[in-house]
């Protein structure tokens, strides 16, 4: 009767092993991961711009009555300005075991502009000085000319974050004649999703998350 009843629990047990169903992901090649093989999917992950998109309190961009951040253009030329972000897990610069503490950030904007050939692209002032007058004098070079017709982003496309802070940079570059316009800035960090299968010293990457954040710069 004993063996009856063993034979008839253990019947059970598996019955109730193969009904309940664990948790899944997918990672990029279509292959089912259960979650005690995950080490790091982004959890808690977020990136946001700085209050007034400056780290410098000298140099951050007002906002408007609407609540919108903007940007006075030059007369000349482009408008140069840092854009500052922050990647944190939980108030802490991310980790990655494919680059530690740094970062890879990449930025797009919406507005682009078009550098002609023929173009001057910088006018170059030598500063020297002349040993008969006892003062500095300046120089006005030839100016560097564009040889080729080039389409030109607003933003740098790349940066990496501080690895003591998470802090991110890029520069924008609007021209005078964006005027009017509203510039759209968008911040992407992608997140490697890792894997280690048990009793293995090495992680693979099974996929990746990209985290991101967007703002507004009415350029006035």
């Known amino acids: 009767m004993n063996e009856i009843?063993?034979?008839?629990?253990?019947?059970?047990?598996?019955?109730?092993?193969?009904?309940?169903?664990p948790d899944t992901i997918i990672d990029n090649n279509d292959d089912i991961v259960t979650p005690d093989t995950i080490i790091d999917y982004g959890d808690d992950?977020?990136?946001?711009?700085?209050?007034?998109?400056?780290?410098?309190?000298?140099?951050?961009?007002?906002?408007?009555?609407?609540?919108?951040?903007?940007?006075?253009?030059?007369?000349y030329l482009q408008t140069i300005q840092r854009i500052t972000v922050k990647l944190t897990r939980k108030g802490e610069p991310v980790y990655s075991i494919n680059s530690g503490y740094s970062q890879?950030?990449?930025?797009?904007?919406?507005l682009f502009w078009w550098l002609l050939e023929g173009d001057t692209v910088a006018n170059i002032t030598e500063l020297y000085f002349n040993p008969y007058t006892g003062e500095y004098q300046y120089i006005n070079l030839p100016p560097l000319i564009n040889w080729q017709d080039v389409l030109v982003p607003t933003i740098n496309p790349?940066?990496?974050t501080e690895e003591d802070?998470?802090?991110g940079n890029s520069v924008i570059g609007p021209i005078p004649e964006m005027?009017?316009?509203?510039?759209?800035?968008?911040?992407?960090y992608n997140h490697k999703i890792t894997k280690k299968e048990e009793g293995s010293m090495f992680f693979e990457v099974i996929g990746e998350r990209v985290i991101q954040d967007s703002v507004l710069i009415i350029l006035r």
């Open 45 to 75: 992950i977020v990136i946001e711009f700085l209050e007034g998109l400056n780290d410098n309190p000298s140099y951050t961009l007002p906002k408007d009555s609407n609540g919108f951040y903007y940007l006075v253009l030059n007369d």
């Open 165 to 167: 802070t998470g802090i």
């Open 179 to 188: 005027r009017d316009d509203t510039l759209k800035i968008v911040v992407k």
């Open 5 to 21: 009843f063993k034979i008839l629990s253990f019947l059970l047990l598996l019955m109730v092993l193969s009904c309940s169903k």
């Open 158 to 160: 790349s940066c990496y």
């Open 104 to 110: 890879k950030l990449e930025w797009s904007s919406n």
